[in-house]
Protein backbone atom coordinates (compact mmCIF):
# COMPACT_ATOMS: atom_id res chain seq x y z
CA UNK A 1 0.00 0.00 0.00
CA UNK A 2 1.49 3.31 -1.04
CA UNK A 3 1.55 5.99 1.75
CA UNK A 4 -0.72 9.02 1.38
CA UNK A 5 -0.13 12.55 2.98
CA UNK A 6 -3.32 14.78 3.50
CA UNK A 7 -3.26 18.52 4.89
CA UNK A 8 -4.72 18.98 8.31
CA UNK A 9 -5.54 22.42 9.55
CA UNK A 10 -6.58 23.68 13.08
CA UNK A 11 -10.59 23.65 13.38
CA UNK A 12 -12.57 25.11 16.13
CA UNK A 13 -14.85 22.15 17.46
CA UNK A 14 -17.44 23.65 20.09
CA UNK A 15 -15.33 24.86 22.74
CA UNK A 16 -12.32 22.23 21.95
CA UNK A 17 -9.63 22.86 19.29
CA UNK A 18 -8.92 19.77 16.59
CA UNK A 19 -7.73 19.02 13.10
CA UNK A 20 -9.80 19.05 9.91
CA UNK A 21 -8.50 16.27 7.67
CA UNK A 22 -9.90 16.88 4.12
CA UNK A 23 -12.58 15.53 2.41
CA UNK A 24 -10.61 13.24 0.17
CA UNK A 25 -8.93 11.81 3.24
CA UNK A 26 -12.38 10.31 4.16
CA UNK A 27 -13.11 8.91 0.25
CA UNK A 28 -9.95 6.97 0.26
CA UNK A 29 -10.77 5.63 3.53
CA UNK A 30 -14.76 5.35 4.35
CA UNK A 31 -14.49 3.11 7.53
CA UNK A 32 -12.60 5.60 9.06
CA UNK A 33 -14.91 8.28 9.13
CA UNK A 34 -17.01 7.64 12.84
CA UNK A 35 -14.06 6.45 14.91
CA UNK A 36 -12.63 7.15 17.73
CA UNK A 37 -9.41 6.76 19.00
CA UNK A 38 -5.98 8.92 20.96
CA UNK A 39 -3.01 10.79 19.96
CA UNK A 40 0.83 9.05 20.62
CA UNK A 41 2.94 12.49 20.67
CA UNK A 42 6.29 11.43 19.39
CA UNK A 43 8.21 14.47 19.12
CA UNK A 44 6.81 18.25 19.37
CA UNK A 45 6.07 17.97 15.76
CA UNK A 46 4.87 14.04 15.03
CA UNK A 47 2.29 12.07 16.50
CA UNK A 48 0.13 9.15 15.57
CA UNK A 49 -3.33 9.12 15.41
CA UNK A 50 -4.21 5.31 16.62
CA UNK A 51 -8.00 4.63 15.52
CA UNK A 52 -9.83 2.17 17.05
CA UNK A 53 -11.44 -0.22 14.61
CA UNK A 54 -13.25 -3.42 14.10
CA UNK A 55 -10.39 -5.05 12.55
CA UNK A 56 -9.26 -8.22 13.52
CA UNK A 57 -5.84 -8.23 12.27
CA UNK A 58 -5.02 -4.58 13.81
CA UNK A 59 -1.78 -5.88 15.71
CA UNK A 60 0.15 -6.20 11.81
CA UNK A 61 -1.64 -3.30 10.53
CA UNK A 62 0.06 -1.34 13.41
CA UNK A 63 3.34 -2.70 12.88
CA UNK A 64 2.94 -1.76 9.30
CA UNK A 65 2.21 2.03 10.23
CA UNK A 66 5.45 1.77 12.33
CA UNK A 67 7.79 0.67 10.05
CA UNK A 68 6.39 3.11 7.36
CA UNK A 69 6.66 6.24 9.59
CA UNK A 70 9.99 5.00 10.87
CA UNK A 71 10.79 4.68 6.60
CA UNK A 72 9.79 7.91 6.25
CA UNK A 73 11.65 9.56 8.79
CA UNK A 74 14.93 7.98 7.29
CA UNK A 75 13.68 9.25 3.70
CA UNK A 76 13.23 12.69 5.08
CA UNK A 77 16.63 12.59 7.07
CA UNK A 78 18.25 11.50 3.98
CA UNK A 79 17.13 14.27 1.59
CA UNK A 80 17.67 16.77 4.54
CA UNK A 81 21.43 15.61 5.15
CA UNK A 82 22.83 13.61 2.14
CA UNK A 83 26.25 14.30 3.43
CA UNK A 84 25.37 11.79 6.51
CA UNK A 85 25.08 9.00 4.18
CA UNK A 86 27.70 6.66 3.25
CA UNK A 87 28.02 4.13 0.48
CA UNK A 88 27.27 0.40 1.88
CA UNK A 89 30.46 -1.71 1.64
CA UNK A 90 31.18 -5.37 1.47
CA UNK A 91 32.83 -4.72 4.77
CA UNK A 92 29.44 -3.73 6.27
CA UNK A 93 27.74 -6.78 4.61
CA UNK A 94 30.26 -8.80 5.86
CA UNK A 95 29.78 -7.70 9.19
CA UNK A 96 25.93 -8.03 9.36
CA UNK A 97 26.29 -11.78 8.27
CA UNK A 98 28.83 -12.54 10.94
CA UNK A 99 26.31 -10.91 13.89
CA UNK A 100 23.38 -12.75 12.24
CA UNK A 101 25.37 -16.09 11.55
CA UNK A 102 23.48 -17.52 14.65
CA UNK A 103 19.93 -16.12 14.32
CA UNK A 104 17.00 -18.34 13.68
CA UNK A 105 14.06 -17.16 11.76
CA UNK A 106 10.74 -18.44 12.93
Given at each position: ????SYPVTH???GNQDGFRLPRAFFKDYPHLANVSGYIEVLSDNT???RLETDKVDEANE???IIMSLF????MK????NPSKLVPYTQEM?????DLL???VID
Open positions: MAIKAKIFLLDEGLDFLDAMHSDEMDADV
